[in-house]
């Protein structure tokens, strides 16, 4: 089956870029996404990128993806302490969730 | 984008009670699902509410534990059954819209006691 691997943990200090990466296995996802879960709050979904696009720029938010290395980053530019959440990201035609990247934004 | 609402929000349970869960979407959606969130862990699909017919059903989850129905497009419900503590978790619904974009409910925390 799918599997989606993304690191658990990540600190950045407020004003810098936050980088969050995501390897998966299946190369059949028409899009695939990133997802954000605040503290006791569901699944919002921040962007998501056409499998035949390298890049997707939307505000502060850039996705980049690497078909033949099947890699997936969010670039957050200028991290705010509102950043601060897990974030998800979904491949795969079953959506298929990688375990989550906890970001932590130091003052 | 579809705008999904659940009741309840989080509920505690005693052991061996059932729980239904309901989950509304504002707009008429193609397909609609249900996943678990264990504590500090990531989604995991339960099924997938089929209008009009029986829930597809992941492996490891069965009809007699989480009986689903979806009596139409907007609609579904979750039920947990003969809860145990291992059941405590978030559940969220899902509903998949156009271009293949997927939205999630709230969540319902429940606890067992």
């Known amino acids: 089956g799918e599997d989606v691997e993304q690191s658990l943990f990540l600190s950045v200090r407020e004003g810098d870029s936050s980088v969050i990466n995501c390897t998966y296995t299946?190369?059949?996802?028409?899009?695939l996404y990133w997802y954000k879960q605040e503290p006791g709050a569901g699944l919002q979904l921040l962007t998501y990128i056409f499998s035949n696009m390298d890049m997707k720029q939307d505000q502060r938010l850039t996705v980049l993806l690497n078909k033949k290395d099947k890699h997936l980053s969010l670039r957050i530019a200028d991290t705010q302490t509102g950043d601060s959440a897990i974030y998800f990201c979904?491949?795969?035609?079953?959506?298929?969730f990688g375990p989550g990247t906890r970001l932590s934004v130091l003052p | 984008s579809a705008v999904i609402s659940q009741k309840p929000s989080r509920d505690i349970c005693q052991r061996g009670t059932s729980l239904t869960i309901q989950c509304q979407v504002d707009s008429q959606v193609t397909m609609m699902f249900w996943y678990r969130q264990q504590p500090g862990q990531s989604l995991t699909l339960i099924a997938t509410a089929n209008q009009g017919s029986e829930a597809t059903y992941e492996s490891g989850f069965v009809i007699d534990k989480f009986p689903i129905s979806r009596p139409n497009l907007t609609f579904s419900t979750l039920t947990v059954s003969n809860m145990s503590p291992e059941d405590s978790s978030i559940y969220l619904c899902?509903?998949?819209?156009?271009?293949?974009?997927?939205?999630f409910g709230p969540g319902t925390r429940l606890t067992v006691l």
């Open positions: 979904a491949v795969g035609q079953n959506f298929v």
């Open positions: 899902s509903a998949r819209d156009q271009p293949d974009t997927q939205y």
């Open positions: 299946d190369s059949s996802s028409t899009y």
